[in-house]
Each structure stands twice: as C-alpha cells, then as structure tokens.
C-alpha cells in the first residue's frame, strides 16, 4: 500500500465521508476535501463527522482539509460526492488542479436543474477528455459505515477505470459490480429519489402492504420508460442500480427522500419537511425537473405528475391517487408490447 498514489474524495456529507474511511480503513493514503474547517478539523483530530455520521469512529489515517489543491494534488482516483446544485462550481474549481490520467468517479444522484445534464456529463463538458465513471446502487451510508453488508455498481466505458474502482472500493463487506451503461446506472440512482418521497408519503398516511408493493413496481415501470427515451439500458433496471436502489429508498426510514415524503404525509409544509431534515434530499429537485423533462418529450409519468401536484401545489393526495387509479390501464410489464400500444 506504501507505494500507491493518494485516493481524493471531494465532498465531505455522509457518503463522501463514508467512502473515504471505507478506503482509508484499507490502508490507503485517503484526501477527504471539504468547505467546512471546523469539520475537517473533527475528522483531522477526534476521527469523527458527528454531523452526518454521528457515534462512527473514523480511520485514524484519514485526512482532511479545505486545500483542494492538496486534496487533489498527485490523486489518481477522485470521487466526487457533492451535491448536485453545487457539482459544476466544485468540478470548475478543481479543474486546473486535474490531471488527463485521473480517474473522475460521481457518486451524486441528481441532475442539473437548467441544463438537464447528469453529473458524468457536467464532468465531461467541464474537463474535456477525462476518464469518468459514476458509482450508484442500494447505499445507504450509515449502514455501510456499520458494515452491514452491501453492494454497488461503478459504470463506466472505460474498462481499466471500473477495474481500478472495484480494486479500490472492495471489502469484506462492501462489494462492487460493474456495467458499461453509465446514463442507465446514473439515472437509476437519480430517479428512484422521486419515488421515494412518495413512498415515505404513503408510509405517513398508513397506506397498506400492497399499495406499497404497487407503488414500487410501477415506479420502476415510469422511470425505466423515462431513462430508455433518454439512451439507457433497460436491462439495467432490473439490477442494484434499478431496483436495488428502489427497494433500499422507498423501504428505509434511513433515507432522506423517505423521510421528506413522511413529513410531508405528517402534514408539514415542504420548507418545513426540508428544512428538518438538515440534509440535501436530491429527490424534491428531481421530481421537478423530471416532470418538465417528461412534458417535454411526452413520455407517460403518472407518477411524477401526481407527487408533483402534492408537493408543490398542496393537492390532496386522495384526489391524486383517485385520479391516478381512474387512468386508461396500460400495459403491466415495460417493453413487452410494441411501444405504439403502450399507454
């Protein structure tokens, strides 16, 4: 391990900070960049990010620090676990510090809100030529930093990149898979945001065992039609990145988007719901941008369209869900009929 280059993760909330004890617990030489001083000062000199990851204990050779040069300086591998309103500044900020050689890995579930772009396509308008790849998969943070057992995929074209990934991030109980469909992983991880806001609503309203086996099921039906009209893989649907992701978001109190979407259920404003969380919830940006998206290119998201008006508009949920199951039925299973049947 002594004679490897430094590993840099950029963003310093509960997965980034993850990510870098995962490696840093290995024996790697870990950079964990962050805005806050007085949070890199805690991970520095208690081991702690009592934060995002209150009672874990951190690697004592994990380092951090607000220096992006330093963060980055000599990294062959940087993992980029920003937010997404926030993915472009940081990636142009880091962008003289790059070099062509370096792996650029987004761990980000979320899209760009003006340009539509995922956050491998922020990286690739921003440095031209880099070697991207995105990680997305059924990761809830404070699980994997107690070691419960879990998975996820890093997708890529760029075969040596996905190897590397693997060799870096693989433990005893953190396992990787990879794939070539990056927009297909990457919206998977994006998308089931939204969903989970419903499902966590639906939790709060005291919604039975098969609305909520239905809920999932057609969620993935809408947002493996959306990502298809978009390029990606159907198939990828059907793994950790699809409905792994989905199961983990909609089913865990744990998840952010969840727990927004039960406060809403609870009656509480959405500012209200936000702002208790103390967290970014990717998935309320999402639902707004998808919807705009889904109008645009016609694409069928009954779904999106009815959390929409809950959210936003404050429509009752019962009139929306009445609405819903008053729709002309379509087709059960996604790409089975040929696409001019499909309602």
Known sequence: MQNQSPVAVLGGGSFGTVLANLMAEKGLEVRLW??????????DRQHRNSHYLPGVELAHGLRASTDLHWALSGAEAVFIAIPSNAFRTVIRQAAP???QEQLLVSTTKGIESVTFCLMSQVIEQEVPGARVGVISGPNLAKEIARKQ?????????DSALRERVQTLLHTAYFRVYASTDIYGVELGGTLKNIYAIAAGLSAALGMGENTKSMLMTRSLAEMSRFAVCLGANPFTFLGLAGVGDLIVTCMSPLSRNYRVGYALGEGKSLEQAVTSLGEVAEGVNTLRIVKEKAEELEIYMPLVAGLYEVVFNGAPVEEVVRGMMLNVQSTDVEFVLPRQRQA
């Not at 057992?149 to 074209?157: C, G, N, P, Q």
């Open 97 to 99: 510090f790059l070099r």
């Open 149 to 157: 057992l879990a998975a996820t995929v890093i997708a890529s074209t």
């Open 34 to 43: 962050l805005r806050n001083q007085q949070a890199a000062d805690e991970i």
